[in-house]
């Protein structure tokens, strides 16, 4: 088995992170707003990362990620 069907099959298996969680069960969104309102605004980095997990995870859809 090449080494990038190994890795990309471990990337299936792993568990989910706290915020996937959350997006799947469709919290994330609140989440963000009540308790890291301020990382969002003031770290690209992290906003980017939420913003891909909502929309990899989320349920429903998330009007404000559509330009994203």
Same mark, same amino acid.
């Given at each position: @088995?090449? *080494?990038?069907?190994? &890795?990309? &099959?471990? +990337? +299936? &298996?792993? #568990?989910?992170?706290?915020?996937?969680? *959350?997006?799947?069960?469709? %919290? %994330?969104?609140?989440? %963000?707003?009540?308790? &890291?309102?301020?990382? @969002?605004?003031?770290?690209?980095?992290?906003?980017?990362? @939420?913003?891909?997990? *909502? %929309? +990899?995870?989320?349920?429903?859809?998330? #009007?404000? *990620?559509?330009?994203?």
């Amino acid at each position: @088995m090449k *080494l990038k069907s190994i &890795l990309r &099959l471990r +990337k +299936k &298996l792993r #568990p989910f992170t706290f915020y996937e969680q *959350l997006a799947a069960d469709g %919290l %994330l969104e609140e989440y %963000l707003q009540q308790f &890291l309102n301020d990382k @969002m605004e003031a770290d690209d980095e992290f906003r980017d990362e @939420m913003y891909e997990i *909502l %929309l +990899k995870y989320s349920e429903s859809v998330v #009007p404000e *990620l559509e330009k994203f």
